[in-house]
């Protein structure tokens, strides 16, 4: 390996971690206290700025209190970093690590932004262009479920063991449900590889929004394919979404650290930085769910088709520049998917711990497994036949009905668990 | 894979399997096996074995272990930390793990040091064209592409056993949920 090709993945590692994904951190929480407070009528933190009264002028320059989550940052790092004396101080110091560090491995997977061309040679904004993107993913984040796991065992104390177990659990149901949910778009793709993934999208129409390219039927001689498979696509993007709030600890699944049953959950013996890496976890992973989802099911990086050729065109000097408008289109998507992440924690009130189980088990799991087949069914049908087709149809019409007439059976008899 | 990672992995499972046998705190056991598959799914991941790799790692790491441990934490084990270490067994563990290093330096010895031939991916690419096109084609690129491979000799090569692991499986799913069901009652 030569000199140039380090110092390149060097800088991708640096620049698409450091630079790009971990800035998006503290931004999310300014969005999140201001957002929050436009939908609760409140001002928000509006006041921090650049003190320019410090420094003689007749005005401090606060630009709507952007600097507001560096104030925040500098708060927790002033803050006294307190270990209690019954921790087990081992994995109380290991467990924040644990949590964030996976979050951000998983950057190292997500295409940015097409090529960025340097005399001829084209390089792709994705640290590693690996050929199982999703699968890496999903392996990685499920480590950080160790993190808040340990971080409820050692700290020796109530509420944050049920914390720690209470996550455990829902981490590995939805875990689950996000593998599977997922399969369907990954049999339309045929690819494991998210750079190409994206590279489909831009060119043959979002699997959400195939208006274009050879997802349109009057471009590919009829063929509805595309269209029909919009509606095990939108099954897929709801559970999957579902799943990533869940998987992410976020307010309609945020039972782990539920402020009026267990103080602050996991995390109640931590303070300072530590406290702070826990925040830095979630929201990171936050941002590696949004851009996962804008990744699988909004295009990515892509414009569609006349913005992405226009901008594969554009130059400066020898520099081919389209990868860096590419890569503000990405951010923008991330940025408004997790506005949503937003205003659906301060729309949906907390689930109950039973409902949770409930929602990932019995009804995510199934309709998963079905929409996989339902998926199945769609790109298999040109090649089926009629009759085939019918008979899937037939048969998977048996099964849900089935499985639905059980639920309905099974849910006089149960009673609610609770962890 | 360069010689340095494969060492630097090679330690990490080594270290960590030697944790999960030396650690008297289960908890700090189980991370330590955790830390040994993170290591064997580098190893893997080096031999050009992704899928592999990631499946260590998605379903040992991720979720076989993460039970586990949600187990030992349940059961809040305090005297496992108490019990102090008896000989007989720690002896018993080194004779056999002696026993299996002379038979493995036995059987190393004899086996000659061929050199490294890379895959011929061209001739593959043409002995998979007829069967999928997909993969042939990455193959022609000089890409292994590890996924297609496995679930090509998965659902075309071993399609029958297959269906059958699935139906054992599901037999045993639906064996825990009726037997727990009727501890409950």
């Known amino acids: ?419 | 894979m360069p010689l340095a990672l494969f060492w630097f992995f090679a330690a990490v499972m080594l270290i960590g399997g030697l944790a999960v046998v030396s650690l008297r705190n289960p908890v700090a056991s189980a991370l330590s096996m955790v830390a040994s598959f993170v290591g064997l799914a580098g190893l893997f991941i080096g031999l050009n074995a992704f899928f592999v790799g990631i499946i260590q790692i998605l379903v040992y790491a991720g979720a076989i272990m993460v039970l586990f441990i949600f187990i030992i934490m349940l059961l809040d084990l305090k005297t496992e930390e108490k019990r102090a270490p008896k000989l007989a067994p720690a002896l018993g563990g080194l004779g056999i793990v002696l026993a299996f290093t002379i038979q493995l330096i036995g059987v190393l010895s004899q086996t000659p040091n061929k050199s490294h031939e890379p895959l011929d991916l061209v001739a593959a690419s043409a002995s998979m064209a007829g069967r999928s096109e997909g993969i042939a084609s990455k193959l022609k690129a000089g890409h292994l592409p590890d996924v297609n491979l496995i679930g090509d000799t998965l659902f075309n090569g071993y399609n029958f056993p297959l269906q059958i692991i699935g139906v054992l499986l599901l037999v045993s799913t639906i064996g825990v949920v009726v037997l727990s069901k009727r501890q409950a009652a």
């Open chain 1, 1 to 419: 390996m030569d000199l140039v090709t380090l110092l390149v993945i060097l800088a991708k590692v640096v620049g698409l971690t450091f630079v790009v994904v971990l800035p998006l951190v503290p931004i999310s929480v300014y969005f999140e206290r201001r957002f929050s407070a436009i939908i609760q009528d409140r001002v928000g933190p509006n006041r921090v700025g650049i003190p320019l009264t410090l420094l003689g002028a007749k005005k401090d320059f606060s630009f709507f209190g952007l600097v507001q989550p560096m104030a925040d940052g500098l708060k927790l790092f002033l803050k006294e970093d307190f270990t209690p004396s019954h921790v087990n101080k081992a994995f109380y110091w290991l467990a924040p690590a644990l949590t964030v560090v996976p979050a951000l491995v998983t950057v190292c997977v997500v295409p940015f932004g097409s090529d960025i061309i340097v005399n001829g040679i084209g390089y792709k904004l994705v640290i590693a262009d690996l050929d199982i993107g999703p699968l890496f993913v999903f392996a990685i984040s499920s480590l950080s479920v160790y993190g808040i796991t340990l971080a409820g065992w050692s700290s020796n104390s109530k509420f944050p063991f049920i914390g720690g177990v209470r996550s455990t659990a829902q981490m590995i149901s939805y875990e689950i449900a996000l593998g599977l949910s997922v399969v369907p778009v990954l049999l339309y793709y045929g690819d494991l590889n998210l750079s190409n993934i994206v590279e489909q999208q831009s060119v043959n129409g979002w699997l959400l929004l195939p208006l274009w390219g050879n997802s349109a039927p009057w471009n590919n001689g009829g063929d509805y394919t595309a269209w029909i498979f919009w509606i095990p696509a939108m099954i897929a993007f709801v559970i999957f979404t579902t799943s990533v709030f869940a998987e992410t600890n976020r307010m309609p699944f945020d039972l782990p650290e539920c402020e009026t049953e267990l103080v602050g959950g996991y995390h109640t013996e931590y303070s300072s930085m530590k406290f702070a890496m826990f925040f830095m976890g979630e929201y990171a992973a936050m941002v590696i769910g949004s851009s996962l989802v804008v990744t699988l099911f909004l295009g990515g990086w892509s414009l569609g088709p006349w913005f992405d050729t226009w901008a594969a065109g554009l130059k400066i000097g020898s520099v081919g520049i389209g990868g860096l408008l590419n890569m503000s289109v990405f951010m923008a998507k991330v940025v408004a998917f997790i506005l949503f992440f937003i205003l659906v924690r301060w729309t949906v009130p907390r689930f109950r711990y039973d409902q949770l189980m409930r929602l990932g088990w019995v009804i995510f799991f199934e309709a998963a497994l079905i929409n996989v087949f339902l998926a199945a069914l769609v790109i298999a049908a040109p090649q089926f036949g009629t009759l085939a087709t019918a008979a899937g149809l037939a048969l998977l019409a048996i099964v849900t009905g089935t499985l639905v007439w059980v639920l309905k059976v099974s849910e006089k008899k149960s009673a609610p668990i609770s962890i």
